[in-house]
């Protein structure tokens, strides 16, 4: 198989680059390969946050890269350069929506939704 890497700062008319856009893609699709480059050096390693949880306020004696969210301002800090940053927060609450259609009346009784009468009381009793 041959493999070939065409690299160009030539910028053709639409029409063309259209063209040979697909010319190039079929090249690709039939096995023209990839290009084939030499892997560059590795990155420098990230550093590790520590997650110390919810809590109603910082951690006492932080070290550079605690995290936390704190609950009573609904923010997330990170510990750097000696304070507390904001790491990320919540968003405000949406609008409302649009209330639903109202369901439909259960059944009422047989005397709507009053009881039956009670019984007749006693004779009250006099004061004097």
């Not at 929506?97 to 009670?118: E, M, N, Q, R």
Request: charged share 15%.
């Amino acid at each position: 198989m041959i493999s070939h890497c065409i690299v160009t700062n030539y910028t053709p008319p639409h029409a063309f680059r259209r063209n040979l856009s697909l010319a190039l893609i079929a090249l690709l699709l039939v096995g023209f390969g990839a290009c084939q480059y030499p892997t560059g050096p590795s990155g420098t390693n990230g550093v590790g946050i520590t997650w110390k949880g919810s809590l109603a306020s910082a951690p006492e004696n932080p070290q550079t890269n605690w995290a936390y969210y704190n609950t009573t301002d609904k923010k997330s800090y990170i510990y750097a350069d000696g304070a507390w940053t904001i790491f990320s927060q919540d968003g405000s609450d949406g609008v409302d929506g649009k209330d639903g259609d109202k369901g439909d009346t259960g059944a009422t009784g047989a005397k709507g939704d009053t009881g039956d009468a009670g019984a007749p009381g006693g004779n009250g009793v006099g004061i004097t």
